[in-house]
């Protein structure tokens, strides 16, 4: 049973475009909706992170937007660098708890 | 702080022998975390640790995978006969308490078994 639902499974954009990267889940228990950023040969680092009392977190170029009804939340990079060319995987989880559910991940490139 | 720091980055083992893959979390961590990545299955919590004490480990697949946190400062995930399907990249991730801290993983282990 997937629990979380991850795609684009790849991307590829442009320099200075935007990046979307979506997640959809299926359990309304779910309260904290992390994005993980992982580089070819490290481990997963937090990226940015969402509970669902709000509609839109905003750090730098990195945005989630999330949607409790339709129980879908998406990470948005404005400006997209070529440094940012990663893999990018959601979460979720219940809060009291350590369990995460990852998303299988998007391979994001981004072009110079 | 040097972070989550793992050994060895990459082991190629034949099947059948044992293989120890280690863990040093970040000083004054109390929680910690097994994980496994593949292509197939994404990533996996195999175990969690709380204060030393192994507080879930469902996710270990079956009785060939142990663990232990001998203290507060290492810990060990043991693979004793190791199989083909096992090859995977297994990561150790600490955090200051387990419930929606941020968790730090190592730069993981790759592991091969031929």
């Known amino acids: 049973q997937q629990q979380v639902k991850q795609s684009p499974q790849s991307l590829i954009v442009q320099k200075g475009g935007i990046s979307i990267i979506n997640c959809a889940y299926e359990?309304?228990?779910?309260?904290?909706f992390p994005w993980y950023q992982q580089f070819p040969g490290k481990g997963p680092a937090l990226l940015i992170a969402?509970?669902?009392?709000?509609s839109e977190k905003k750090e730098g170029r990195f945005t989630i937007s999330f949607n409790k009804s339709a129980k879908q939340f998406s990470l948005h990079i404005m400006d997209s660098q070529p440094g940012d060319s990663a893999t990018y995987f959601c979460?979720?989880?219940?809060?009291?708890?350590?369990?995460?559910?990852f998303g299988t991940g998007t391979r994001l490139k981004v072009l110079a | 702080d040097a972070g989550v720091i793992q050994s060895p980055r990459h082991e190629v083992t034949e099947m059948g022998q044992e293989v120890t893959l280690r863990c040093k979390p970040i000083?004054?961590?109390?929680?910690l975390f097994w994980y496994r990545q593949t292509m197939m299955r994404g990533l996996e919590l195999l175990i969690y640790?709380?204060?030393?004490?192994?507080?879930?480990d469902s996710g270990m697949p079956e009785d060939r995978f142990s663990a232990k946190m001998p203290n507060a400062s290492f810990s060990t995930l043991k693979i004793q006969p190791s199989e083909p399907r096992d090859s995977a990249v297994y990561f150790c991730?600490?955090?200051?308490?387990?419930?929606?801290?941020?968790?730090?993983f190592g730069q993981g282990t790759r592991l091969t078994v031929v």
């Open positions: 000083s004054g961590h109390n929680s």
């Open positions: 359990n309304t228990a779910f309260d904290y």
């Open positions: 640790f709380n204060n030393n004490v192994p507080i879930d």
């Open positions: 979460a979720v989880t219940t809060s009291g708890t350590y369990k995460y559910i």
């Open positions: 991730a600490s955090s200051l308490g387990a419930q929606n801290t941020e968790a730090f």
């Open positions: 969402i509970r669902p009392d709000v």
